[in-house]
Structure formats: structure tokens, C-alpha cells
């Protein structure tokens, strides 16, 4: 096998379907801590469950795999890229980059590249399908390494929340912040960083102001109208609806959805969006 995509739970994909024998896709599942329960992210994860029991929950937090784990997941293939969940709100970037230098000892011949995301959800979901666009171009190893880094600068993740209780105990986001959410129908707009941390930007009482204000945000930080990754915590109506408002100003983009990782969805909440795109 020539080359192995991988990517940890801070992207949605679960499967992809109808690859060449040339590239494999694989899922390295993180481990979520809920009070005394631990919950594997794999596809089968109960999301509305896991939702609940964050909800209920005193301390929750998230883990990623050994290193160890990721290192056998790098064999088999000649060349292997891996992306994670932004190193600033995980130990995944830190222990796949540990499990390179496991797969390397074993095989040194080999090409592996961990690329830190600096993001969750849909961002990563573009990452992963435009790894797979360019090699089935043909380009070498360093030559896919260069333009996912060069693409990755023209992307971008915004965030639409209805709860950031989770965010606020895990030290995210500020205390203050936190109380206003969820009271009198306030939804949270936020934007990953380029360091790769989740900042807020807006603020919207209602549905229908939110996803104009949601819409207006990132159509300010460059939205190009080309590709949309939109992924949802249980909540496809409100995903659609997003489609809908954007497709009103932007009848060519390419809007996918899809449900969040377990993953994800602990970091958006119950009823959150979160948004990929390309930008100008």
C-alpha cells in the first residue's frame, strides 16, 4: 500500500468510500472521561447519550491514545499522513509525532508527516478530503506535505454554540462568558485562532439573528463561497438551515453535512454547529 490518510476524532469523517487500493483512511479515536465513565469515540458512540452525560457530569474531560497506538497505525503504508485535533486543545498532535518516531525506528525508509490541524470539526474534514485530492494526483510525498500546508492556510472553522458549560470547565473559555450562554436564547459565535485555540467573536439572541451573525462572521473572515463543511451536535434542522441562508447569498457553494464526532460534539455541545471553509 502506497499511502495511509489518518486522522484522529477532532475530524467528523468515519469512513470515506470508494478509494483507489493505493490509500487507506484510517480513524485513531480519542477517549472521553465523564465523571467515572469513559467513552471510546469510535462511530458508534451514542452522541445523544455522551451529550447527556456531559451535561449531568462534575469534571469531563478528553484523552488521546498512547503513543504506541498511533505508531502501529502508521505501518503498512509507504507514505502516511496524520491529522489531529488542534495541539492547543489536546495531547493527540504531541503523542502522534511519539508514535512517528516509534513507526520510524521500525521502518525508516518509511514517509510520515503529523499535521497539527490547529482546529476541530470541519476544517479537519476539508484537510483530510484535500489530502486525498492531491495524492490522487500523483504528487510526491514532500509535494502533498507543501500544498496541504500552503491550503491550509486559506482555511478557516467558525463555531455556532448553544452551551459552552463544557468549554467553561475544561478552562476554554472565561467564567463570565459561560454564565450569558443559554440565558434568555444567547448563542455563542466563535473562530478557531492561528494558534489554534477557540476564541469568541459574537453574540446573538435568537435563532434567526445567530445564523445571520454566524453568516456575517465568517463571510468577514474571507468565506470564498466555494466549500462548506457544516457538522452538527444532533441538530441537522438547524444545519439545514444554515445551507439554506448561505446558499441565498452564495448559490455555488458546496455545502456538506454531516453529524459531529464524539469528540466534537464535546467540545460544541448539544445543538452546536461548527463550520469549514475555504477562504479568499
Not at 451514542?46 to 503513543?67: F, G, R, T
Not at 463543511?229 to 438551515?241: F, G
Not at 447569498?249 to 454531516?258: A, G, V
Request: with cysteine; hydrophobic share 40%; charged share 25%.
Amino acid at each position: 500500500m502506497d499511502w495511509k490518510i489518518v486522522t484522529d476524532t477532532g475530524s467528523n469523517i468515519r469512513q470515506i468510500n470508494d478509494l483507489p487500493e493505493s490509500i487507506s483512511f484510517d480513524i485513531i479515536p480519542l477517549i472521553l472521561h465523564i465523571d467515572n465513565e469513559d467513552f471510546v469515540d469510535t462511530p458508534d458512540l451514542d452522541i445523544e447519550l455522551l451529550n447527556q452525560k456531559v451535561a449531568q457530569s462534575s469534571e469531563s474531560s478528553s484523552a488521546c491514545p498512547a503513543p504506541g497506538v498511533y505508531a502501529e497505525k502508521f505501518k503498512g503504508a509507504d507514505h502516511v499522513i496524520c491529522f489531529t485535533i488542534s495541539s492547543e486543545l489536546s495531547g493527540s498532535y504531541n503523542s502522534a509525532e511519539q508514535g512517528k518516531q516509534i513507526a520510524l525506528e521500525e521502518n525508516p525508509d518509511a514517509d510520515i508527516y503529523i499535521f497539527d490541524s490547529k482546529s476541530a470539526g470541519g476544517e479537519n474534514d476539508l484537510l483530510v478530503f484535500k489530502a486525498i485530492e492531491l495524492v490522487k494526483e500523483g504528487l510526491g510525498f514532500h509535494e502533498v506535505v507543501d500544498a496541504l500546508n500552503e491550503y491550509h492556510e486559506k482555511t478557516h472553522a467558525g463555531y455556532m454554540l448553544k452551551s459552552i458549560e463544557n468549554l467553561v470547565k475544561n478552562g476554554r473559555v472565561n467564567k463570565i462568558v459561560g454564565s450569558l450562554v443559554g440565558l434568555l436564547n444567547i448563542h455563542v459565535m466563535g473562530v478557531r485562532s492561528e494558534e489554534g485555540t477557540i476564541e469568541m467573536s459574537s453574540r446573538a439572541r435568537g435563532e434567526k439573528r445567530a445564523l445571520n451573525t454566524f453568516i456575517k462572521d465568517f463571510v468577514e473572515a474571507g468565506f470564498s463561497g466555494k466549500v462548506l463543511e457544516i457538522s452538527h451536535v444532533n441538530n441537522e434542522p438547524l444545519a439545514k438551515k444554515l445551507a439554506e441562508k448561505v446558499l441565498e447569498q452564495f448559490p455555488k457553494t458546496d455545502i456538506r453535512i454531516r453529524p459531529t464526532s464524539g469528540l466534537c460534539s464535546f467540545y460544541a455541545e448539544k445543538g452546536g454547529l461548527i463550520v469549514g471553509y475555504e477562504r479568499l
